[in-house]
Nanobody
Framework: VQLQASGGGLVQPGGSLRLSCAAS????????MGWFRQAPGKEREFVAG????????FYADSVKGRFTISRDNPKSTLYLQMNSLKPEDTAVYYC??????????????????WGQGTLVTVSS
């Protein structure tokens, strides 16, 4: 399984970015997918998750209403649209994948596969 995250960068507060995570080596449409982030000196935290298509999306309270997770099954790609970015959103963002359809989407220990991370910096 390979997960390739991209789309990070430097953006001003209030700006937007879209992260992508290209997956291979797994049946993407039935996999549970998630975005997590880790800021310097902090633990990895849940951002957003998506069960297999049509089974629901989930968000951390801190990003609800600003971030949108979506998936393109034919392209085996997961996205995270991030709007109204804040300095506290600065972190390395990781995508994770699990073949377990019942995994708790917000629990990073349930994900067996991870991408390499992409850095998002929100600063003026």
């Amino acid at each position: 399984v390979q997960l390739q995250a991209s789309g990070g960068g430097l953006v001003q507060p209030g700006g937007s970015l879209r992260l992508s995570c290209a997956a291979s080596g797994l049946t993407f449409r039935t996999s549970t997918m998630g975005w997590f982030r880790q800021a310097p000196g902090k633990e990895r935290e849940f951002v957003a998750g998506s069960r297999m298509s049509g089974s629901g999306t989930f968000y951390a309270d801190s990003v609800k209403g600003r971030f949108t997770i979506s998936r393109d099954n034919p392209k085996s790609t997961l996205y995270l649209q991030m709007n109204s970015l804040k300095p506290e959103d600065t972190a390395v963002y990781y995508c994770g994948a699990s073949r377990n359809r019942l995994v708790a989407v917000a629990d990073h220990s349930g994900y067996a596969h991870w991408g390499q991370g992409t850095l998002v910096t929100v600063s003026s």
